[in-house]
């Protein structure tokens, strides 16, 4: 599933085709994805200006003066920016036509799984933070809010593992199975250890970790997903960098002790028992 780092790539890609340009079409190839297409998107949004694009957590926000367009990618789904024109495959479900300063684009999304999402939230119905998909969201990690003491603070009487806490999206979002696996081993914290008994000082090498190792993912243009790509057509390439995650059994970067596998919740969780304890 795209993560944090693979939306905000995603973000950052398709942004200059969106941003201060007006909808010319809008193309829905069948009822919905996860959940049923707004029956009056079009109305809603041809000859339309994008205001400004932004991301709360996994979702991709697109902006204009009278409601904002909310885009999740599912498991398996992407955008892309394409030429008009450009023919549809099988899994092209949806398109949002501008009209650009080079001539129209086509920000076309993908979705073989059809677990992603297109919805619209009217400015009438109140603050876009209040949306059913949007309110009981945790902090963004990349921003001001987020801090060890706030991960303390809340933790207090958590008696899940870490890993399950920190995957919640409660408490911070976007930090989605592999960066989680990441962070914990950079910042030395055994995925098994219960939040509440993790002390602040180990909060603030935590929370310093995630934004290092997502920032860092950002920058290299996210993880290669086994479905992801950027709106450029490009793939991510962080999982070079990875310390622990989907490296069972290969010895750890730092001591070289094997890396561990084991399952919690759904979710497989790579660590290293020297490293995090």
């Not at 024109?85 to 092209?92: E, I, L, R, S, V």
């Not at 997502?214 to 709106?231: E, H, K």
Request: glycine letters at 12%.
């Amino acid at each position: 599933m795209p993560e944090l780092p693979e939306v905000e790539v995603t973000r950052r890609g398709v942004a200059p085709y969106l941003e201060g340009h007006a909808v010319q079409a809008v193309v829905m190839r069948r009822a919905g994805l996860r959940w049923p297409f707004p029956p009056d998107l079009e109305r809603q949004l041809v000859g339309r200006t994008i205001v400004q694009t932004g991301r709360r957590g996994k979702y991709l926000l697109i902006g204009f003066e009278h409601g904002t367009l909310i885009i999740h990618l599912g498991m398996s789904g992407h955008l892309r920016v394409l030429a008009p024109g450009t023919p549809a495959q099988k899994h092209d479900h949806f398109d949002l036509e501008v009209d650009g300063v080079q001539g129209r684009r086509v920000l076309r999304m993908t979705d073989p799984r059809r677990f992603g999402a297109v919805l619209w939230h009217d400015a009438a119905s109140g603050a876009l933070g209040n949306h059913i998909l949007l309110r009981g969201l945790g902090a963004e990690p990349l921003e001001g809010q987020f801090s060890g003491q706030l991960l303390y603070r809340r933790t207090r009487t958590r008696g899940a593992a870490i890993k399950q806490v920190l995957l919640a999206g409660d408490l911070v979002v976007g930090v989605g199975n592999i960066y989680c696996s990441e962070s914990l081993f950079r910042a030395g914290i055994n995925p098994k250890t219960p939040a509440r008994r993790i002390g602040p000082a180990r909060y603030d090498k935590l929370a310093q970790a995630i934004r290092e190792i997502l920032a860092a993912a950002i920058v290299q243009g996210g993880s290669t997903l086994r479905d992801f790509i950027g709106a450029d057509g490009q793939s991510g390439y962080f999982q070079q960098t990875y310390f622990v995650y989907d490296r069972a059994g290969v010895p750890c970067r730092v001591c070289g002790a094997a890396v561990r596998q084991i399952r919690q919740g759904q979710r497989s969780t790579f660590y290293c028992i020297n490293c995090q304890h």
